[in-house]
């Protein structure tokens, strides 16, 4: 989740109340009644999120999904509706009553969480740097607390996760558990922190790494979008050059400019597919960390009738296969064979794209104001997994 919730002093409690509140000023604390834990918070015109009320943590915190921008933020309980209008580096303070006894202290942040790594450089933007790819997956060589390793970038990582299988070259200190979920599953894993992660020129403190068993021997290290939060980047396959702008490069004039909002930093920007001849349009995560085309998770499938709708070429392990044609950033890519989650069996894997498809576009990610900018590069026309592999896999299958 987006959420960092942290302990700190208790709001002192106002009594305002009423319902579609709008918020300018923070001279008192509104109020509104809730009979259920459930909240349902809009942030911005896309981001919205299911939120738990915790009367135990005074405050709760939630952090405003694009800080560095102007945002309504509107949190609704099954009694009431408050909106608050945020302002780039300002806090709003709120209660909730629930069941007109408990106090819920929430704050609203509209800054980035404090445990995001620390970036420094003596080097003037924009820094250049190349990187490497494996597959279709992008990576850096640097260093752990002085110690030469491999790092991949993915975009879809919300964790920054070390291999279990280097950990005794890289001699890290272990200092509590985190819950994790990745392609083992969900498992509660060792983390190390306040390390120091150098690339080329830039060096980050404060960097947590949980040790995971599902990495590739050559993969040392994963870190996500969560460094560069604060960053505009580039990644330009042409060049295998990965670059980090103060401000936004003139040449996006000749990209296509698609919003995005951010789910644990992780970016998710909306593109269209037709599936038995019928389009849908929705929110996918942009993982570069996924070297294939693309899942459709149980956030599309659990929907309305989509999980019926879908007609698959095959269903194993209760997944359907699927062919169907995708559409990004008006970019055709047609007969992709995938698999979609079934609803009912809910495995927590959102719907994405993988880097087989989102590498045929150099991209500009605006992590300061929400916007993703692609457009194609030489790789346009190099195969990913289709609907002619497929044919071709369950060909050798039978044989």
Not at 88 to 109: A, M, R
Request: glycine fraction near 6%.
């Amino acid at each position: 989740m987006q959420i960092r919730k942290l302990l700190i002093c208790s709001l002192t409690f106002f009594l305002f109340v009423g319902i579609n509140i709008a918020v300018y000023a923070q001279n008192k604390i509104p109020v509104i009644k809730a009979t259920s834990e459930k909240v349902l918070i809009k942030d911005g015109e896309y981001y919205q999120m299911n939120w738990q009320l915790e009367p135990a943590i005074k405050p709760d915190i939630y952090y405003v999904n694009i800080p560095a921008k102007k945002s309504v933020v509107q949190l609704t309980t099954d009694k009431e509706q408050l909106t608050i209008r945020t302002q780039p580096g300002k806090t709003y303070n709120l209660i909730v009553l629930l069941n007109k006894k408990d106090s819920c202290h929430i704050q609203i942040f509209s800054t980035l969480p404090p445990d995001l790594p620390k970036m420094k450089t003596s080097i003037d933007s924009p820094i250049h740097f190349p990187f490497k790819l494996i597959g279709s997956k992008i990576f850096f060589d640097g260093r752990i607390n002085g110690k030469n390793v491999v790092i991949e970038f993915d975009l879809g990582a919300g964790t920054s996760v070390v291999n279990r299988n280097v950990l005794d070259k890289l001699d890290l200190a272990f200092a509590f558990h985190k819950v994790i979920s990745n392609t083992d599953g969900v498992s509660r894993e060792r983390t190390s922190i306040d390390n120091k992660l150098t690339i080329n020129s830039m060096e980050w403190s404060n960097v947590s790494l949980t040790e995971v068993g599902n990495m590739k021997p050559f993969e040392d290290i994963i870190i996500g979008n969560g460094f560069f939060r604060n960053q505009i980047i580039e990644i330009d396959y042409d060049t295998k050059e990965f670059v980090i702008h103060k401000t936004l490069p003139v040449k996006t004039g000749s990209y296509k400019k698609l919003p995005v909002f951010y789910e644990q930093d992780r970016p998710k920007f909306r593109a269209e597919f037709i599936q038995n001849n019928k389009k849908y349009e929705f929110w996918f995560l942009f993982d570069t960390g996924r070297d294939g085309t693309m899942l459709i998770g149980e956030d599309f499938t659990s929907i309305g009738n989509h999980w019926e709708e879908l007609q698959p070429l095959a269903v194993i392990n209760e997944r359907k296969i699927v062919r169907l044609d995708a559409s990004i950033a008006g970019i055709q890519f047609k007969d992709i064979v995938t698999n979609a989650s079934n609803p009912s069996k809910p495995n927590g894997r959102p719907s994405l794209f993988g880097n087989q498809i989102l590498n045929h576009f150099n991209v500009i990610i605006d992590n300061k104001n929400g916007f993703i900018y692609l457009k194609t590069n030489h790789k346009i026309n190099e195969p990913y997994f289709n609907y002619e592999g497929y044919l071709k896999e369950i060909s050798k299958k039978e044989q």
